[in-house]
């Protein structure tokens, strides 16, 4: 039985996809200057990533039964992860 190198991706595929989303959807975005920047990005996208509120995640897609849409009321646009992603929901009239 060989045991896999440290190098190999398929060593952790759940670190390795956390990497790629974070790499494509929000540092490939930004120039970094500095480490505080870094952490600050870093960490508002760990929050954007695991929110439900924000990232609909693919299990929890359908719409929950007796869900009423509000139609009436504005719609507020309001920027996450430094404004490279928005959310949009209706202000109460």
Known sequence: MEIA???APDINTYAERFVGSI???DLNWFVI???SQ???IV???IFYYNNNYYRMHQGIQGIPSGYQPQEEGKIIS???VSGLHHHYYRKAS
């Open 33 to 35: 200057f500095t480490e």
């Open 78 to 80: 309001m920027p996450v």
């Open 5 to 7: 190198s440290c190098g």
């Open 23 to 25: 790499r494509r959807e």
């Open 38 to 40: 870094l952490q600050r």
């Open 43 to 45: 960490q508002q996208y």
